[in-house]
T-cell receptor, first 114, second 116 residues
Framework: AQSVAQPEDQVNVAEGNPLTVKCTYS??????LFWYVQYPNRGLQFLLK??????LVKGSYGFEAEFNKSQTSFHLKKPSALVSDSALYFC????????????FGSGTRLQVQP | DAGVIQSPRHEVTEMGQEVTLRCKPI?????LFWYRQTMMRGLELLIY????????DSGMPEDRFSAKMPNASFSTLKIQPSEPRDSAVYFC??????????????FGDGTRLSIL
């Protein structure tokens, strides 16, 4: 079985400060990891993914995430937060074998204060 | 480039009525997924298709729910009869298979379903 944990329901950060949204996972096999963002009344939008290779992956809107195999983590980061980054963020995982569906975390609400 | 299109965006109906949600995936995508989102349970996978064939329906809550994909460009999720606990936002997503399934899923904007 595979699972994803997002330990923080909400993260608050001031505009211009760096932000981190945490994600840990549990899978059997090699993980494929994804981050999605959801704005109000919208579907999830893909931000970035880790499949293999460089542990630091860069994605849309200046976001990046670092894959850490020993800590089974895939934290989302951005060097300088914008008010417009305020949204709900989801981490998701699947493996390179088995079913194609993603397992999503419970989501973390990011609030960037001006 | 059109994304995943879902209709209707909002549906309000009375308990016991049949509800049909519709989805048009991105052209060329061979996987289609149906999810349900609620505050209590988060995002739940209901069912997914590959090349129009249902692969995993273990997330379908009960026999009142059914899903079909008659062709590559259309899928429906039907609830009959509907109950108030079915109230949620239902999302459809599609993806390419990619190499070992490494392609992201693309989501529609969802159908907000309210059962009175």
């Amino acid at each position: 079985a595979q699972s994803v944990a997002q330990p923080e329901d909400q993260v608050n950060v001031a505009e211009g400060n760096p932000l981190t949204v945490k994600c840990t996972y549990s899978v059997s096999g090699n993980p494929y990891l994804f981050w999605y963002v959801q704005y109000p009344n919208r579907g999830l939008q893909f931000l970035l993914k880790y499949i293999t290779g460089d542990n630091l992956v860069k994605g849309s809107y200046g976001f990046e995430a670092e894959f850490n195999k020993s800590q089974t983590s895939f934290h989302l980061k951005k060097p300088s937060a914008l008010v417009s980054d305020s949204a709900l963020y989801f981490c998701a995982v699947r493996t390179d074998t088995g079913r194609r569906a993603l397992t999503f975390g419970s989501g973390t609400r990011l609030q960037v204060q001006p | 480039d059109a994304g995943v299109i879902q209709s209707p965006r909002h549906e309000v109906t009375e308990m016991g009525q049949e509800v049909t949600l519709r989805c048009k995936p991105i052209s060329g995508h061979d996987y289609l997924f149906w999810y349900r989102q609620t505050m209590m349970r988060g995002l739940e996978l209901l069912i997914y298709f590959n090349n129009n064939v249902p692969i995993d329906d273990s997330g379908m809550p009960e026999d009142r729910f059914s899903a079909k994909m008659p062709n590559a460009s259309f899928s429906t999720l039907k609830i009959q009869p509907s109950e108030p606990r079915d109230s949620a936002v239902y999302f459809c997503a599609s993806s390419l298979s990619g190499l070992g399934g490494n392609q992201p899923q693309h989501f529609g904007d969802g159908t907000r379903l309210s059962i009175l």
